[in-house]
Nanobody, 116 residues
Framework: QVQLVESGGGLVQPGGSLRLSCAAS????????MRWYRQAPGKERELVAS????????GYASSVKGRFTISRDNAKNTVYLQMRSLKPEDTAVYFC?????????WGQGTQVTVSS
């Protein structure tokens, strides 16, 4: 059974940091590219960051470049999203996504709220 379980969300003040984790099971994690998406209320889901399977090449949305860092630990079947200098506009539900060809898996999401 494929599972992606996100954790690490919560309430943080502007300028603060959070680290999200996504634990994967039920598939060969190291063979999949991994992505973080987010969806704010009333908005479409958007791609935030991605990391390839083997070489770990990363990519970021322009809105988070320089503030967010995606990484993966294939030994732990986990992908991370380190978020720094958080802004109120970063408030959203953050979703983990595994992608390989026609195979796409999603987690249930974790809420991140940036507010004073």
């Amino acid at each position: 059974q494929v599972q992606l379980v996100e954790s690490g969300g919560g309430l943080v003040q502007p300028g603060g940091s959070l680290r999200l984790s996504c634990a994967a099971s039920g598939f060969t994690f190291s063979s999949y590219a991994m992505r973080w998406y987010r969806q704010a209320p009333g908005k479409e889901r958007e791609l935030v960051a991605s990391i390839t399977n083997a070489r770990g090449i990363t990519g970021y949305a322009s809105s988070v470049k320089g503030r967010f860092t995606i990484s993966r630990d294939n030994a732990k079947n986990t992908v991370y999203l380190q978020m720094r200098s958080l802004k109120p506009e970063d408030t959203a539900v953050y979703f983990c996504n595994a992608f390989r060809g026609d195979y796409i898996y999603w987690g249930q999401g974790t809420q991140v709220t940036v507010s004073s």
